[in-house]
Nanobody, 120 residues
């Protein structure tokens, strides 16, 4: 059974920083694309940032220049460094990854989410 477990959320003042982590556990053979999404109350879940196994990244326009996604393939972990946080960044942040288990094709998995609250 594969699991994605996020950590690092919390309450921070506007202008502050947080670092989110997401680790994959279980019988993981390979991880392809990894990403962070977020969902604010009453809103849809949107892509924040993504990173390929080779390190190519993409970002939502709203976070470019403030957030940085990275990964450690050996640790099966993806990170999201969030700087210059704004109240509108408040949301539940979800980890997402395409993971291959032995004998199975790549499948898409979600973490349970971690809450980030930015106070003004």
């Amino acid at each position: 059974q594969v699991q994605l477990v996020e950590s690092g959320g919390g309450l921070v003042q506007a202008g502050g920083s947080l670092r989110l982590s997401c680790a994959a556990s279980g019988s993981v053979v390979s991880i392809n694309y990894m990403a962070w999404y977020r969902q604010a109350p009453g809103e849809q879940r949107d892509l924040v940032a993504g990173i390929t196994s080779g390190g190519s990244t993409n970002y939502a326009d709203s976070v470019k220049g403030r957030f940085t996604i990275s990964r450690n393939n050996a640790k099966r972990t993806v990170y999201l460094q969030m700087n210059s946080l704004k109240p509108e960044d408040t949301a539940v942040y979800y980890c997402n990854a395409d993971i291959k288990q032995l004998g199975s094709p790549y499948m898409n998995y979600w973490g349970k989410g971690t809450l980030v609250t930015v106070s003004s």
